[in-house]
């Protein structure tokens, strides 16, 4: 008899085969919400947890690794902010680009990015504009980059926890 494990996502008991399965479609769907609500200023630990349609503490639990939840939208939104600096077109300013992902000004964001990446927000906009791309940050969790799983995978994935849930609610 497989061993039983308490919570994750929206069910009560999994199996410890299924958990980590269930955490990665779990994560995947916090992945498409933070896209999705990026650039809302309300987003916080209470609106994703609603997004996702989780309790708080269940998704504190699986973005604990990450920091736990208001550090994961901090680093998303972070990492939006590198990905709009390093693209040479942008023309926005970085207090453009910190009011439009939701930072109080530009020295906020300036010193969240630079603790985090190693490097200022204008050292990455210089390297775009030079040509270069900016180095690999050196806190990226690579649990949270899911963006690399093939779609037909997780569809797989979530069509088998699916039904592993409908059987668990029997």
């Known amino acids: 008899m497989p061993m039983r494990l308490e919570g994750s996502c929206r069910c009560g008991a999994i199996t410890a085969v299924a958990k980590p399965q ?16 990026l650039r809302t200023p309300t987003l ?22 990450e920091g736990g939840i208001a550090r994961y ?17 942008t023309t ?30 204008s050292a990455a906009r210089a390297a775009a504009l030079a040509g270069h791309k900016p180095p690999v940050p050196r806190s990226i969790s690579a649990s949270l980059r899911l963006g690399s799983i093939a779609p037909t995978a997780l569809s797989v994935i979530s069509s088998w926890i699916a039904k592993i849930l409908s059987s668990e609610r029997s």
Not at 24 to 34: G, I, P
């Open 22 to 37: 269930i955490d990665l479609s779990c994560k995947e769907r916090v992945r498409q919400a933070m896209r999705r609500h």
């Open 44 to 65: 916080e630990p209470m609106t994703l947890s609603r997004l996702v349609g989780m309790s708080c503490s269940n998704l504190y639990h699986l973005l604990e690794k």
């Open 73 to 89: 939208i901090q680093h998303q939104r972070l990492l939006e902010a590198q990905a709009v600096l390093s693209d040479p077109a």
């Open 92 to 121: 926005a300013s970085i207090s453009a680009i910190a009011e439009d992902l939701c930072f109080a000004d530009a020295s906020s964001v300036s010193r969240t990015f630079k603790r985090e990446f190693g490097y200022s927000p």
